[in-house]
């Protein structure tokens, strides 16, 4: 007889089971360094232009400033992307994690830790909504900057000052939030190899019981297992 929860079983045929607010702030955060990157584009002499209006904020400036709209933004899809993959591989890698974190505990002889868990799970659990938060605040100063800037009541002077502060926080901030990303990566990367080495491990055990296969296991294993075998399973019989 069946015996599972019906209520979840249609859930996770009819819809998204697991949502994650980061990716809606990451796409307004995108949306927005796209706007502010058009709206730079005025203070940019014509092409083939070669006198330089002093009215205008220096050209260097600006581009630059363009530059860390753009690698933001393409930060941000990035972060959105790896949101939705470990939204897509959440109840998988949480049943792996659940499994290593008891694998860890055994080996190194300590307590286990909800280390592993929290760390594939930070930023679609919120980790990197305090940087958007920044960045987002960045941005705006820089949009009123700009209206500032157009009537008049910023000086010339002081809008530079502000271009290069928003090109150094959202480099910054992407810097951080690219490393969360990795790190999460590295660590689900991690926790699926130690995964992997336990199966194969029960496997081993188990196999070494049936009495067709352990000649072959002992005949064609490398130096290390060998001596494992030897001394934990008594392989030096065959």
């Known amino acids: ?25 990451a796409t307004a955060t995108n949306g927005q360094c796209g706007t502010l990157r058009a709206r730079l584009d ?3 002499p014509v092409e083939g232009e070669t006198i330089v209006d002093p ?13 860390a709209l753009d690698n933001y933004g393409t930060g ?10 470990r939204l897509d591989s959440l109840l998988d890698d949480m049943q792996v994690a659940s499994a290593v974190k008891s694998v860890d505990s055994y080996i190194s002889d300590v307590p286990e830790s909800c280390y592993n ?3 594939i799970a930070g930023t679609a659990a919120g980790t990197t909504d305090g940087l958007l938060a ?7 100063e820089l949009d009123q900057g700009i209206t500032a800037f157009d009537g008049g009541t910023m000086e010339l002077e002081d809008f530079e000052a502000l271009l290069d502060r928003v090109t150094a926080e959202l480099a910054s901030n992407l810097v951080a939030i690219l490393g969360m990303i990795s790190n999460e990566a590295s660590m689900v990367q991690n926790m699926y190899d130690t995964h992997m080495r336990m199966a194969k491990s029960f496997k081993v055990s188990a196999l070494m019981d049936d009495p067709c296969v352990r000649p072959f296991l002992v005949r064609l294993a490398g130096p290390e297992l060998s001596a494992v075998l030897v001394s934990d399973f008594r392989g030096e019989d065959l």
């Open 1 to 25: 007889m069946l015996n599972f929860n019906k209520g979840l079983f249609n859930v996770f045929g009819s819809s998204n089971a697991f949502q994650s607010a980061t990716m809606s702030k």
């Open 42 to 44: 005025k203070y940019l």
């Open 55 to 67: 009215t205008l904020p220096n050209a260097t400036k600006v581009t630059n400033c363009q530059t």
């Open 76 to 85: 941000a899809n990035t972060l959105n992307a790896h949101v939705q993959t």
């Open 117 to 119: 868990i929290n760390t």
């Open 134 to 140: 920044a960045s987002t605040d960045i941005l705006n």
